[in-house]
């Protein structure tokens, strides 16, 4: 069982990205996924979290409006689109899934989790 980060990349400040996680197992198919990120020294911090079915979702407000994260059970895959990016936004992204239905922020709440790729915005 195992979660595919990719898509990071750099770009300039007011940019777009999109990333994707692919998952493996028909086991994550419906778990609640999420998107996390981490700068080095720092603990990982909420991004934005789907519900299985992909009806709903939650955002951190530094992302609210900015970011988009949608879902295709199909094809085991959870996007992150990324819009008006901000230096601030600089990190390594982690995608993860989890069990639980509840849409979690908390990266405790989540048993698996991708590798992780690396945006970088600059000003």
């Known amino acids: 069982v195992q979660l595919q980060a990719s898509g990071g990349g750099s770009v300039q400040a007011g940019g777009s990205l999109r990333l994707s996680c692919v998952g493996s197992?028909?086991?994550?198919?419906?778990?609640?996924k999420g998107w996390f990120r981490q700068l080095p020294g720092k603990e990982r911090e909420f991004v934005a979290v789907?519900?299985?079915?992909?009806?709903?979702?939650r955002y951190a407000g530094s992302v609210e409006g900015r970011f988009t994260i949608s879902r295709d059970n199909a094809e085991n895959t959870v996007w992150l689109q990324m819009n008006s990016l901000k230096p601030e936004d600089t990190a390594v992204y982690y995608c993860?899934?989890?069990?639980?239905?509840?849409?979690?922020?908390?990266?405790?709440?989540?048993?698996?989790w991708g590798q992780g790729t690396q945006v970088t915005v600059s000003s």
């Open positions: 789907i519900s299985g079915h992909g009806r709903e979702t």
């Open positions: 993860a899934a989890s069990r639980e239905f509840a849409l979690s922020s908390s990266s405790g709440d989540y048993e698996h």
């Open positions: 197992g028909r086991t994550l198919t419906m778990y609640t």
